[in-house]
């Protein structure tokens, strides 16, 4: 009868055992200074080793030429074990056995000595689905067994086992096997069954198994009885249901163009070819994150799950894109991917997915868009991430000007006064009282068209250039342009709202700040205008 890869090559000792060192060489250590404890737990991902730890622990401790850590291999006890059929070793599986019943029995059965061997023990698999009421008739008896006893715990979620039971236990957490170790460990075995299998097609089914052993074992097996005694690595990704560099990178290339067009045509195709559209989204996740790693740690790094052919084309590619793009892209494709798993229209969630990884790589960085502005905006080459400084300008000699006409005060002729009393009529009739007493102590000048109002800081929340324009609109037919600037406003009733005297000067305030360095550098980046300066020491 044909015995399955996975069992056929099942690990008999230490030695062959693929990964977990820590583990290997603490039970070895214990063993061999007769420190064995009463109690263990091991726990990680499916298919690493967990239950053949177990039974590789019961064979070394049961050996006829043990305890020892190298058992025979030969004598009753090992052969049996390695079987499956021991009397000594009793494997339960926890998800069948769970009940409070069934955790009685075992405690019965415990009281009683190893028929032959020299330990009676018990491998509980999937021991994080027995039920509460049943760890704890197991609690008193896994605290303090006969001396011939030893519990082993196997689960996949250690966090479900009571803190009562894992402190009375050693525990061992098991890894996931590497990328090289698990194609190492497939080419020995394709030697052992003379099967040819090139370095891409068992890298396809190492990634397939995603660091279980027995996964991808299983996966070996399938594409065996599909390909026969060679296997060929597109008809293995195509039995996975794993895609190729190639059509993944479709996507790439309609980002690298901007081509929104092709993108739709990708989904359509998956659409025709039945391709499961959310497996699609989580393999270009994988893919992004590929690149991202080439691109940050290089081709030759350990983190990249790939063959040598597919490390170096993923690092020609992901050249072509800088880190920050290659990050948007991942979150982008989790984000699309979580939503995939809850969507009712798969295709059209794929599609807008998509195109906004198109719209994300148009994206500048902000470095990028400040210095075409600096260049005004022509985007004519590549600019510099961070403007130059400005180099400070020398202050130009006074020169003799014309100065424009002064701007007279409105308050300062009988005509103003009566513009002034209108307006403040008409914020008053249009209940704006604060805004009418903010005119109060306002400083109103005017010029052909235009009528500005300077207001006191204090009161700005009260003179509004909206206000202001709805009032003058019910008295003044011709149309004027309002300006209202703040911190320079006189109280009613002093001298310049008089006219006797003019307000402060500021030029030479005002002169100084613009031939600042920093300020010309920032009006030359943002080609802006400085409105008002106020000296903050005032």
Request: charged residues 25%; contains cysteine; aromatic residues 6%.
């Amino acid at each position: 009868m044909y015995q399955v890869i996975a069992r056929k090559y099942r690990p008999q000792s230490f030695a062959e055992l693929v990964n977990q060192e820590h583990v290997k060489t603490t039970l070895e250590n214990g063993i061999a200074q007769n420190r064995t404890a009463h109690g263990y737990i091991f726990s990680g991902q499916r298919g690493t080793g967990k239950t053949t730890v177990a039974r590789i622990l019961a064979r070394c401790l049961n050996c006829a030429e043990g305890p020892t850590a190298k058992p025979c291999g030969v004598c009753p006890s090992c052969l049996e074990i390695a079987a499956g059929n021991a009397m000594d070793v009793i494997e339960i599986d926890a998800a069948s056995n769970r009940g409070i019943n069934e955790m009685r029995e075992l405690r019965e059965n415990v009281r009683y000595r190893p028929a032959r061997d020299r330990y009676k023990v018990f491998i509980i698999d999937e021991a994080h689905q027995i039920t509460t009421e049943a760890f704890n008739a197991l609690l008193k008896t896994l605290e303090e067994p006969p001396e011939w006893v030893i519990f082993v715990l196997c689960t996949t979620e250690s966090h479900k086992i009571p803190a009562t039971i894992s402190s009375r236990c050693q525990q061992f957490t098991f890894r996931s096997v590497g990328f090289d170790e698990l194609v190492a460990r497939m080419e020995w075995i394709c030697g052992q069954e003379g099967i040819e299998a090139d370095a891409e097609a068992l890298a396809v089914l190492a990634q397939a198994g995603e660091g279980s052993v027995r996964d991808s074992l299983s996966a070996l097996d399938q594409a065996i009885a599909c390909c026969g005694t060679k296997l060929d690595a597109a008809e293995v990704r195509a039995l996975v249901g794993a895609f190729s560099l190639d059509s993944l990178h479709q996507v790439t290339e309609a980002l690298g163009e901007s081509n929104s067009k092709r993108m739709l045509e990708v989904v359509d195709e998956l659409e025709r070819s039945g391709r499961n559209l959310q497996h699609f989204c989580r393999e270009l996740a994988r893919y992004f994150r590929n690149l991202l790693v080439a691109k940050i740690a290089g081709q030759d790094t350990r983190l990249l799950a790939a063959s040598k052919q597919e490390r170096s084309r993923l690092a020609e590619i992901a050249a072509g894109f800088s880190e920050q793009d290659l990050t948007r892209y991942l979150q982008l494709t989790l984000d699309l991917f979580r939503d995939l798993q809850y969507s009712l229209q798969p295709r059209l969630h794929l599609e807008v997915g998509l195109l906004r990884l198109v719209e994300a790589g148009k994206l500048l960085p902000i470095e990028e868009a400040l210095g075409m502005l600096r260049q005004g905006g022509t985007g004519g080459g590549p600019a510099s991430p961070v403007p130059p400084k400005a180099t400070p300008r020398p202050t130009p000699a006074p020169q003799a000007q014309v100065k424009p006409a002064p701007l007279r005060d409105v308050t300062a002729t009988a005509g103003a006064q009566d513009f002034k009393s209108k307006l403040r009529a008409a914020l008053m009739e249009l209940g704006m009282k604060y805004s009418a007493d903010a005119l109060d102590h306002s400083l109103v000048t005017e010029s052909p068209g235009e009528v500005q109002f300077t207001v006191p800081e204090e009161l700005a929340l009260s003179m509004k250039q909206a206000d202001l324009q709805k009032a003058i609109r019910t008295f003044e037919p011709r149309p004027l342009k309002i300006k209202v600037t703040y911190g320079s406003g006189s109280p009613a009733g002093s001298k310049s709202q008089t006219g006797s005297e003019p307000p402060v000067d500021q030029d030479e305030v005002s002169r100084r700040a613009l031939a600042h360095p920093q300020v010309q550098r920032f009006q030359e980046l943002f080609d802006g205008q400085v409105r008002n300066v106020r000296n903050l020491k005032e």
